[in-house]
């Protein structure tokens, strides 16, 4: 008989001792959580570059390829030409972008791919370029306010330092 009542105390010891690290877990972690993550941080998490990131000021260095599958039509992509022969060509889901507009778009791909992207004074500078000698088309027309909407499933083309002949035989088709 004394074993039962032997056994009986450590399972009712083992269980209270149980309980209560299982609440003090629970509580602990959801405190852990509350103080530690937030909707903010997460937001930073996602959108902010690292420090250790290779930052560059030449837009066609990097490139995002391939057509963004789960887009089905909510994409944009995004051609920038160099002066110098190179070129990058970007795809990008609409989902990714913030603000809907043609600045948004390039400001989405200067974060991803790492160069910085200003429009000031009616001045667009996509790391070391910038317009004049920048010229935007979105379907081919030309961009004079880079607050348009994004056109769905469109094209956004950037030529630095092309003269407009040089640019209209990218048309000629």
Partial sequence: MSTWKETKVFLTRYLEIYILVAVF??????????????TEKLEEMMVSVSDLRDKTDDPCKYSILGDPVAAKFDYIKVFIFCGDGTKSTN????RAVKEKTVIGALRELGRVNGFEVKYEDNRLFLGKYSSPDLKCFQNQKFVNDFGTDIKVSGTIECYYNFLPKEIAVFYEK
Avoid at 25 to 38: A, D, E, I, R, V
Wanted: avoid cysteine; glycine fraction near 6%; charge should be positive.
């Fill in 25 to 38: 877990m629970f509580f602990g972690l959801k405190w852990h959580k509350n103080k530690n993550y937030s």
């Fill in 91 to 94: 795809s990008m889901d609409l």
